[in-house]
């Protein structure tokens, strides 16, 4: 009878933690991380924190215990997130909003191209991997290609380099210079646009670039972002802890610290720039940062998230941990309308690109 006590009150004990780190999550959408960040950890495992407690609910309810209730109570929000993370969708009703689509329509891909770098190990060499990327590129038939992470071996042949992959477009871009080249975010356009700018972010390589086009009679920007990201590589951590390096976890916290607590400055700065624009803006690009969070929170106040309206299977963009992490997005104003959304599963970086097409 004291064994059945103590298990009965370990388990109840478990599900309040288990139940108490959930709701934690859901906090981590409206607290900014500057402040608390170690919030932000709990967003990003707001999946996981989900399954466990659904699988707490299955076990209570098996042994008919009353504590089912708290799991239950605890998942019971996340039905108005789940959404964020996977979406069913057949091909039949995308069609159908395709076929009843106005002809005042766009297309945009945004591609974090990991500088053209697969893992080491991998047998594609740059060049042959940013190929790759400009055939995948031309296949889509996008009016908008917005790159994170784009990587030039000649900082003054950029354009050049851009007209000969892709003809058709004209070029907007920011890189940071490195021994190697440079990096950084390009923007490429069938549309004509009639203005630009560059939104640095302190103490960081990271950046927002934005256009502003004419399409029609609509005039709208498109904010290219590439948020902090937490510079840490799963590869590169396992070699690591194989070769019993001392502190590799504190290391690892210490990065995620910085990125989580530099990121919440980057967004308010471009959600500012959004504010002050004097059009429609669409945010694209690698938030480095999962749809339980203030970044997401922020950024689609005003916008509307293609994958939620037109997005089928699960969401997620980041291959390593597929399908857990979703991190990079194309958001569009409320009164436009989504038609389609694609996460094409190609393996020529460390992200899978984002494909939206949006009627105007």
């Not at 700018?197 to 960081?204: A, C, P, Q, Y």
């Not at 396992?238 to 502190?247: P, Q, V, Y």
């Not at 990079?328 to 992200?351: G, K, V």
Request: charged share 25%.
């Amino acid at each position: 009878m004291a064994r059945n006590r103590l298990f009965g009150l370990t388990s109840r004990v478990l599900m309040l933690i288990v139940a108490g780190l959930l709701i934690l999550s859901y906090a981590s959408i409206v607290v900014n991380p500057a402040k608390v960040w170690l919030i932000s950890l709990v967003g990003i495992f707001f999946v996981p924190l989900s399954a466990l407690n659904l699988f707490l609910l299955l076990w209570a309810l098996k042994r008919r215990s009353k504590a089912f209730l708290i799991p239950l109570m605890a998942l019971l929000p996340s039905f108005f997130f789940v959404g964020r993370y996977v979406q069913v969708d057949t091909e039949s009703e995308r069609e159908e909003r395709l076929a009843a689509a106005g002809a005042d329509q766009v297309k945009v891909i945004s591609y974090n191209v990991g500088r053209f770098s697969l893992d080491e190990d991998d047998a594609l060499s740059r060049h042959a991997c940013a190929d790759s990327v400009f055939s995948f590129i031309m296949s889509q038939d996008a009016d908008i290609i917005c790159l994170q992470e784009f990587h030039a071996e000649d900082m003054n042949d950029v354009k050049s380099y851009l007209a000969g992959q892709l003809k058709d477009y004209s070029a907007e871009y920011y890189m940071f210079p490195t021994e190697k080249g440079g990096f950084g975010n390009v923007t490429l356009s069938r549309i004509p646009s009639s203005g630009k700018g560059v939104l640095k972010f302190d103490e960081s390589a990271n950046l927002a670039l934005y256009t502003d086009y004419v399409h029609g009679d609509r005039r709208f920007r498109v904010y290219n972002c590439h948020f902090e990201s937490y510079n840490i590589s799963v590869s590169g951590l396992m070699r690591a802890l194989s070769s019993k390096e001392e502190g590799v976890f504190a290391k690892a916290g210490n990065k995620m610290k910085r990125s989580i607590t530099r990121r919440p400055k980057q967004v308010d700065r471009v959600f500012a720039d959004i504010e002050n624009c004097p059009v429609e803006a669409f945010v694209c690009g690698d938030f480095n940062d999962n749809p339980m969070s203030y970044t997401y929170y922020r950024m689609t106040r005003g916008r509307k998230d293609a994958f939620v309206e037109a997005g089928h299977g699960f969401g997620a963009t980041f291959a390593t941990l597929w399908p857990m992490l979703r991190i990079d997005y194309i958001l569009y104003p409320e009164r436009c309308r989504a038609l389609r959304h694609d996460i094409p599963r190609i393996p020529f970086s460390d992200h899978y690109p984002v494909v939206a097409e949006m009627e105007l």
